[in-house]
């Protein structure tokens, strides 16, 4: 990288400014101009005020580095921009005179200096080789060492172009960069905007960011007659009107009000969607970021629909980066995998569902030993890919989707450098960004419910998600221990998490009255995830306020009169606690006043500045509505769902998702409840579960499925197959002995008592591996007896 001719050039450019030619004649290093030419330097860069305590030890250029050290040794430069300029000055000294004598190389010392004063310049970096100023690169083995051409960054198609330069060759502006030193009020003003654009960059992309979509109406839904209860405001704020009936059987609302970075309503559409979640994300995807874009939220409410366009936005901008003159010569490539974890197990989407396995090396990187990572540089191959992906995933059929994903869906768009002549999968991760198309977030209501296999993928998915939360959650708060060994997907997701990172959650939200609860509990989820933040804003699930109807009001309807004005807010609290003390059953309830008040008290209105980068996108637009086959918007009419309990979430057995087209509703889904096969019971007990994703949710409200005993019996799963296989393996063996000992026995004038003693070791070594099976699947046995009555002892039927 750079390489020596890069270096003599930039020597040879620097000698003619600083020496032979320039008007800092007898400063060359090296030369005996010394002392006063390292004066000259430091003037040149405005540090002539670090030459007096200099002075005094004798002025010698390899002093320079020294001056770094003013936290331990009380002068040098004090100033983070003072730095920055002492390193400018000593990488031109290494470019030019260092040369003749020794190259400079930062001390351990020094590092520390500047880690200490929180110094770190990714352009300075590749000028004294590869990493040896990459603080990043000290927490995060795995991203990339060498250097990346740093000027590139502020020509990135997706940040306003102000230098003038956007669209030159890269050669030719580096050649012109090499060849001008600017004068020193110029040096510094660029340095300020440099400065200036490095810490925009990096505020513009807030570390989470937590955006809501809300779907429109199905056509189901319309057909119901259901109730739209989700309103959105100012982009930024969410209203769920929750229809509730008091004991006398009289209806009111409950208002729900949160605030988070995004809200999208049922008009926005996918290219939307993409602009405000992952587009802002794809530049610095360059700057050795790792970033992850999940989707949350119930089964059907449009998380499958809302992530699978964007890993293809963001490969046709990650595309359109590597061809611009700022990267095309970086000889970076995008690589692609698409995996899935379905029951605690990873599986290969584009490799036949083939078993992965995770390892961690010896740096704490977790691999997944065996994923195919491809190579794409086109679109079109990416979409083939992610179809391929889509259509080997686990689908079962819920009341409400009736192609459900069961497992958490992972797909990485990978940037890597390559070198000039290794052979082509070798290449250094520049960034990454991770796509999650999440199971259905009710689907901790499956632990009690259905078939046992079931019961055990709903418990995995309900600690996974709870997992996440909490690594999110820490991950904000910068804290050293992050739970990532909650489960499987915190697990794999780790390295996107560690260093550099970056997270958008989309939470999707149906707009029913029958997915009320779940609605909540979604939007409590990303509340967690963002109430906390000492970064987030969160309008808290601030008020219950009640609407009471009129006398001639029907017991079973609501309407959507705004009560705030009616009831100040201190009456909403009131009466909450009132019908708490008088024993409401209602659990929303019970909750929402228990809220702490550091989550309702954070209002404030401060929100992330996306930078608007519409005007580089010419693509075609993906409009949810028309195009999509999705269902219109449809004002909400006038018929109650109160009472009416949230749609069946019996899954049937798993099948290939075949998306990559929207889903259509299928009526028959309907009829099953009618059947009766759902009864009330089944929706209490889901009801319980779910309430354990409410705010106050940790993870022993799991209750008995929980860590402990769902690991042990994935674990105990997993060691009965391998001693299956083997035993298999085996027996064959033992079988192939037998033959063998079969024709020699048959053999003129073999001996009878060999065979004998043979055949007898050969039969006692079979039925001692059948008995060490038969044992251990009958532990097993044992343990998924002791689950099922744990599970039914949860959910008493
Ligand atoms: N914003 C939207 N506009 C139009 N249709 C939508 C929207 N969101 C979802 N849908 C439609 O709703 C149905 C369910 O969506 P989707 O499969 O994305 O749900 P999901 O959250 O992924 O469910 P599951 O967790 O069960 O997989 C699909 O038919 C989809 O086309």
């Given at each position: 990288m750079g390489g020596p001719m890069r270096q003599s050039k930039a020597a040879d450019s620097l000698y003619d400014q600083y020496g032979?030619?320039?008007?800092?004649?007898?400063?060359?290093?090296?030369?005996?101009?010394g002392d006063a030419g390292v004066a000259r330097w430091l003037q040149s860069a405005g540090?002539?005020?670090?030459?007096s305590p200099m002075a005094s030890a004798g002025i010698d250029h390899h002093h320079l580095p020294n001056m770094l050290l003013q936290d331990v040794k009380g002068y040098g430069a004090q100033t983070a921009e003072e730095k920055q300029r002492l390193f400018n000055l000593m990488r031109d000294l290494n470019f030019n005179g260092e040369s003749t004598t020794e190259s400079y190389l930062p001390t351990a010392q020094s590092l520390a200096a500047c880690a200490l004063g929180g110094f770190y310049l990714p352009d300075i970096r590749g000028d004294f080789g590869a990493g040896l100023l990459d603080l990043q690169a000290m927490d995060d083995t795995e991203l990339l060492s060498e250097h990346v051409i740093p000027e590139s960054l502020g020509f990135s198609p997706f940040v306003p172009d102000t230098s003038g330069v956007f669209g030159n060759d890269l050669d030719t502006a580096a050649a012109s960069r090499q060849q001008k030193v600017p004068a020193e009020s110029e040096f510094s003003s660029s340095l300020a905007v440099n400065e200036k654009e490095n810490n925009a960059k990096e505020n513009n992309v807030a570390k989470i960011k937590v955006v809501v979509r809300k779907r429109p109406l199905n056509r189901k839904e319309l057909s119901r007659k259901e109730e739209d209860i989700v309103e959105v405001f100012d982009n930024a704020y969410v209203t769920v009107h929750e229809p509730k009936l008091k004991v006398d059987l009289t209806a009111y609302i409950e208002k729900h009000e949160f605030g988070f970075d995004e809200v999208l309503d049922e008009n926005v559409t996918n290219d939307e969607v993409y602009r405000v979640t992952v587009e802002p994300i794809i530049p610095i995807i360059f700057q050795r970021t790792k970033a992850t874009c999940f989707a949350y939220g119930q089964t059907g409410s449009g998380k499958t629909f809302t992530m699978q366009p964007l890993p293809l936005r963001a490969s046709e901008d990650i595309f359109r980066l590597l061809h611009h003159p700022s990267y095309r010569n970086q000889r970076f490539k995008l690589w692609l995998s698409y995996f899935e974890i379905y029951g605690g197990k990873l599986y290969d989407l584009l490799s036949n569902r083939k078993k992965l396995m995770m390892r961690e090396d010896g740096h704490q990187q977790v691999c997944i030993v065996g994923l195919q990572e491809f190579e794409v540089s086109d679109v079109q191959t990416v979409k083939e890919y992610i179809e391929k992906g889509n259509s080997a995933r686990s689908t079962g059929s819920t009341g409400v989707n009736e192609e459900s994903s069961r497992s958490h869906a992972i797909l990485q768009l990978v940037v890597k450098k390559h070198s000039e002549v290794t052979e082509a999968k070798v290449g250094k991760l520049v960034g990454k960004i991770s796509f999650i198309d999440l199971a259905g977030s009710e689907r901790g209501a499956d632990t009690t419910d259905n078939d046992r296999q079931t019961r055990i993928e709903g418990a995995e998915i309900n600690k996974s998600l709870l997992a996440l939360k909490e690594c999110i959650r820490a991950l904000d708060h910068d804290k050293?221990?992050?739970?990532?060994?909650?489960s499987k997907l915190t697990e794999v997701l780790r390295n996107s998490f560690v260093g550099n990172s970056r997270t958008v959650m989309i939470s999707c939200i149906s707009p029913n009255a029958g997915s009320c609860e779940h609605t909540l509990n979604t939007l409590r989820y990303a509340d967690r995830v963002k109430c906390l933040s000492k970064s987030g804003h969160t309008k808290k699930d601030q008020t219950v306020i009640p609407f009471l109807p009129t006398k001639d009001a029907l017991p079973t309807s609501f309407d959507y009169e705004d009560t705030s004005s009616k009831f100040p807010e201190g009456n909403g609290l009131d009466w909450g606690r009132r019908s708490v003390e008088a024993g409401h059953s209602n659990n929303s309830a019970v909750e929402f006043n228990r809220q702490p008040p550091s989550c309702t008290s954070n209002h404030s209105t401060g929100r992330e500045q996306i930078p608007s980068i519409s005007n580089t996108t010419d693509r075609e637009k993906t409009e949810m509505r028309g195009n999509s086959g999705g269902p219109k918007y449809v004002p909400s009419g006038t018929h109650s769902s109160i009472g009416k309990e949230d749609p069946v979430h019996k899954v049937s057995s798993p099948r290939r998702k075949s998306s990559w087209e929207d889903k259509t509703e299928i009526p028959g889904n309907r009829s099953r409840k009618d059947n009766g096969i759902f009864d009330a019971s089944s929706t209490s007990s889901q009801r319980q579960n779910l309430n354990s994703f409410s705010t106050n949710s940790s993870n022993k409200e799991l209750g008995p499925l929980t860590d402990g005993s769902l690991n042990a019996i994935l674990e105990e799963e997993e060691a009965l197959l391998a001693a299956h296989r083997k035993e298999i393996e085996d027996t064959m063996e033992t079988v192939r002995e037998e033959l063998k000992l079969l024709s020699e026995v048959e053999q003129p004038g073999s001996q009878i008592d060999n065979y004998v003693t043979q055949l007898c070791f050969l039969l006692s070594r079979k039925a001692a591996g059948l008995v060490s099976l038969q044992a251990r699947l009958a532990r097993f046995q044992h343990r998924l007896k002791e689950l099922e009555i744990l599970s039914r002892k949860r959910a008493p039927r």
């Open positions: 032979a030619g320039g008007p800092y004649q007898n400063a060359a290093p090296g030369s005996d101009g540090l002539q005020h670090l030459t050293i221990h992050i739970p990532f060994r909650g």
